[in-house]
């Protein structure tokens, strides 16, 4: 409990003109504990000022705390219930609360892996050639050149997590659950594009994935089709083709 500011200076005024604890708590402005604890408080910092809390102190200190980044910097995938548990065994005993408001403090958040594409070294040797095989190539090359990839559909169900809103014990209600089946189907779809235009979209038969035959096949299907659009120059579009074919009719042998 706290005194306030007037009733702490009348105690103080009338222990200095030699009254007692017993004498001032007959007054009774405070209990006698409290009068006591007033005066010894005066008498070892000559005020009046009650000091402030300095509130509960941390569970680890400095080091430790600066150790716990150094762990989390070495391996950004361990959790904090990991790194509680490795804290333990430096001497700290703290949750995994503790340890991520300790990572906070270093500004050091919990947040979804991004997900690009793995690179072997080979990958990333063989992109470097190619960016240096073509880093001089103009506008009016890029257009002889057809892009072209290939995406897998889900026919039933979502990839990935979906969020809904409901209230506890909602859990399995109808409503608010999404239905999964073991093995889902699945469709591959080609496309292309190039400088002359978006080519039309190719669809493998349910749960086909794509191939070196499937993509010959797609390859000789829709090329022509593509090249018999109409072209500012027939020549080059005439050259192309032939090579596309020729190059389709080496990888065959």
């Known amino acids: 409990m706290v005194t306030c500011k007037e009733t702490r200076a009348v105690i103080i005024a009338l222990h200095k003109k030699a009254l007692t604890g017993k004498d001032i708590a007959a007054s009774k402005i405070a209990p006698k504990s409290t009068i006591y ?29 600066h150790l716990l980044k150094l762990i989390q910097l070495w391996d950004r995938n361990t959790t904090s219930t990991e790194l509680a548990q490795e804290w333990q065994q430096a001497g ?13 403090e270093d500004d050091l958040v919990s947040r979804r892996a991004a997900k690009k594409p793995l690179l072997s070294r080979n990958n990333i040797r063989d992109r470097l050639i190619f960016c240096k095989r073509y880093r001089d190539w103009t506008a009016e090359d890029w257009g002889k050149v057809i892009f072209s990839d290939e995406s897998p559909f889900l026919l039933f169900g979502e990839p990935g997590k979906k969020l809904v809103r409901r209230r506890q014990g909602e859990r399995y209600h109808q409503s608010y659950v999404m239905p999964t089946v073991k093995h889902p189907e699945i469709i591959h779809v080609w496309g292309c594009f190039s ?9 493998l038969p349910k749960n086909t994935a794509m191939n070196k035959e499937w993509h010959q096949h797609i390859l000789r299907e829709r090329i022509p089709q593509i090249f018999s659009q109409p072209s500012r120059n027939s020549l080059v579009t005439n050259n192309a083709f032939s090579s596309m074919m020729e190059h389709l009719a080496i990888r065959q042998k």
Do not use: H, M
């Not at 005066?42 to 102190?57: D, H, T």
């Not at 700290?92 to 503790?98: I, K, N, Q, Y």
């Open 37 to 65: 604890r007033i005066i010894k408080n005066f008498k070892e910092s000559g005020s009046i000022v009650v000091k402030k809390a300095s509130g509960r102190p941390r569970k680890s200190p400095k080091r430790q705390d």
């Open 195 to 203: 400088a002359k235009g978006v080519g039309s979209l190719t669809n």
């Open 92 to 104: 700290v005993s703290a949750s995994a609360c503790t340890v991520r408001r300790r990572l906070l």
